[in-house]
């Protein structure tokens, strides 16, 4: 099955609690995401905010497309999914951590709300979201029974060490799991590394002492455009492991049971 697929972020850097901590430019998320989804077959645009990185997108078989989540209007994402048909848009945006506070507001926070708006404005089917957002956000100041002492530590200090980011993330979450005019999905995976894939992770109720590469969230990414619409409202968490990604997933969506414990 063939998708048209719209990447929002599609060359910024998606970044994880522990990216974060050190600010690392690691490759992006968005363009492993591209490259494989264009290799599959689907037709996949991706969203820019600066014309000089059109040659990375077409570098990876996508189209981009020039708009901004802090400028352009609402309506210039609609008819961007309205024109491409899109059948899964992924939000892959993030500040980086970068331009303080504000900016974080306004590319995670304001940003996922100007993209859920712009899905709820197309007429007719609506495409599915997939929103990247991190592993332990939401959480505030509660622990996932299946913590260990080990992953309680290093949530306090990751949440501790950027809370901006915690608080924006979570706000967006928030905002997402009231929507029900379209399907989706939250990814939140692990600390991020430039490894090469393996094509297996632990997905769902997962520690969060090991990391994961941005080859294998991208290898995820693609596999949530297909899953069953019995995904729709769940977050999954993902960080590195032993299982393979597609199982991994497909047995996540159909226990039915979300990693998110956030309170709307």
């Given at each position: ?128 979201l997939v929103l990247v957002s991190g ?130």
């Amino acid at each position: 099955m063939v998708l048209n697929i719209v990447i929002i972020g599609g060359h910024g850097k998606v970044s994880s609690a522990h990216d974060l901590l050190d600010l690392s430019d690691y490759m992006q998320v968005a363009l492993h995401l591209a490259r494989l989804a264009a290799g599959a077959g689907h037709s996949v645009t991706s969203v820019i905010r600066d014309p000089s990185q059109n040659e990375d997108i077409t570098a990876t078989g996508a189209k981009p497309r020039v708009l901004s989540l802090e400028d352009s209007p609402v309506s210039d994402f609609t008819n961007l999914f309205t024109e491409t048909k899109a059948e899964v848009v992924y939000f892959t945006a993030g500040a980086g951590g970068k331009g303080g506070e504000e900016r974080t507001k306004a590319v995670d926070y304001r940003g996922a709300l100007k993209t859920f708006d712009a899905i709820d404005g197309v007429s007719g089917k609506k495409p599915r979201l997939v929103l990247v957002s991190g592993v332990d956000v939401g959480n505030e100041d509660r622990f996932p029974e299946h913590y260990t002492e080990e992953d309680k530590q290093i949530a306090l200090r990751v949440r501790k060490a950027i809370a901006v980011w915690y608080k924006w993330k979570y706000e967006a979450e928030k905002v997402l799991v009231k929507r029900t005019s379209f399907e989706w999905i939250i990814l939140r995976p692990g600390g991020l590394t430039d490894n090469s894939g393996t094509g297996k992770a632990d997905i769902g109720r997962t520690h969060i002492t090991s990391t994961i590469s941005r080859e294998d969230v991208a290898a995820a990414l693609l596999h949530l455009a297909t899953v069953p619409s019995k995904a729709a409202g769940l977050a999954i968490d993902m960080v590195g492991g032993d299982k393979p990604i597609g199982p991994a997933l497909d047995a996540f969506v159909e226990k039915g049971v979300t990693d998110w414990l956030g309170q709307a």
